[in-house]
C-alpha cells in the first residue's frame, strides 16, 4: 500500500524546490490525512513541524535542506518510500514552560531541545534556583541559564558546555551561560521528573527574557519548567543513524 506523504518545507529556496520535485514524484497529502510527514529544512524548521504537527498521529521525517540538521536525515529524492518503510522511531518528550512576567500575564510553552533565560540588559541577571520547590541556588550571577532535554543536549546546552545525555536517560541537564557567581558552578543533572523554577532578582535593574525553541518572553518574573510525559513526539531516522548514535557520535568530533 502506498504512504500517503505530506510534504512540508521550510521558505528558503532549496528546500521549497525540494518539495515541489518531491511532489512531482510521490504525491501530497494533508498533514492530518498523511501515514506520514516530511519536514524538509534544517532542524529549526523541524522543530516547527514538530509543534505544529504534535496533534496528529503521523510520525515526522526530516530531510536536510537547511544549515543545520542534527534531527535530520540525508536528503535524497531517489528511494524515499524505501527508506520511510525502513526508518527507525524515536519518541521525544517535550518540556513544559510557565513564565510569569512583570506585568502579571502567564505565558505558556513547549520546548523539544530546551527552555533558556537570558540576560536583556547590560548586567548580568541574577536567578533564584529551585529543584521540587526547594532553592538549591540561592543566587546565580550569569548571562542565564538553560534546562535541555537529551534530545536538544547537543544544541545550546552543549555550547554552553553542558554535558551530552544519552536520547534514553531519564535526566535533564541543567547549565549555566557564562557564569559569574558562583564561578565554578557549570550546572546539575536532574531526574526527568523534577520541577526547575528560576526566580529572577531583581528583574526591573537585571532584565531577563525567557527562551522555549525560539518563542521568547521578555521582562520575566519567574519560570517553571518540567518534562511533559503526555505529548510524544514521534520522529523517524534511518537505520543506524538515530538520536541514539547521533548523541555518541558528537562526542568524538
Known sequence: MTKRIAFLASDAPVAQTARAALIGRYGN????????????????HMLRTLHNTQHLPAPVYGMNRGTIGFLMNEYNE??????????????VN???????????QMHEALAINEV????AGPQAAR????????VRLAELVC???????????????YSAHGPILPIGADVLALTAIAAFRPRRWRGALLPKTAKVRFDVVDPA???V??????ISISDIDWVEIRSEPSIGHRILFDPGHGLEERLISEQFT
Do not use: C, F, H, W
Request: glycine share 8%; net charge negative; no cysteine.
Open 205 to 207: 535593574k537585571r532584565p
Open 127 to 134: 536567578l533564584k534556583i529551585s529543584v521540587d520547590d526547594r
Open 94 to 104: 517535550p518540556l513544559s514552560m510557565r513564565a510569569m512576567d512583570q506585568a502579571g
Open 78 to 91: 531517489a528511494d524515499l518510500l524505501e527508506r520511510l518503510d525502513e526508518a527507525e522511531l524515536e519518541i
Open 29 to 44: 497529502a494533508a498533514p492530518r490525512d498523511s501515514d506520514v510527514i516530511v519536514a524538509l529544512g534544517g532542524d529549526g
Open 143 to 157: 548571562d542565564g541559564a538553560l534546562l535541555a532535554t537529551p534530545a536538544g543536549s547537543t544544541a545550546y546546552n
Open 209 to 214: 527574557m525567557a527562551d522555549a525553541d525560539s
Open 116 to 119: 533558556s533565560l537570558l540576560r
